[in-house]
């Protein structure tokens, strides 16, 4: 499986979301296409997330506060499927 990257953000506003967006399209010179959230992020935190159009997981491991961002699409489909199964 492709290695995958990954950056983190930390937002506790909601202005926040975009600043991290724009950092991370400035970073890879790519728009994000999915962000993962802890699972026991507040849900505010995941609504102005969902908001920005990004394909949405929630993930285990992280800070409440963390957004993890990445452009990466294909590999993140590949890792959600395995998950499913339980090979992940």
């Known amino acids: 499986m ?14 926040e979301v975009e600043q991290a967006l724009a950092h991370d399209e400035l970073t890879t010179g ?36 963390d957004v993890w961002l990445t452009h990466e699409a294909k590999a993140v489909e590949s890792q959600a499927h395995l998950s499913l199964f339980g090979e992940v």
């Open 30 to 65: 790519e728009k994000p296409v999915w962000a993962q959230v802890s699972e026991k992020a507040p849900g505010e935190l995941v609504e102005w997330v969902a908001r920005t159009g990004l394909e949405v997981v929630r993930g285990k491991g992280m800070l409440p506060h």
């Open 2 to 15: 492709k290695k995958m990257t990954w950056r983190a953000y930390t937002v506790t506003e909601e202005r």
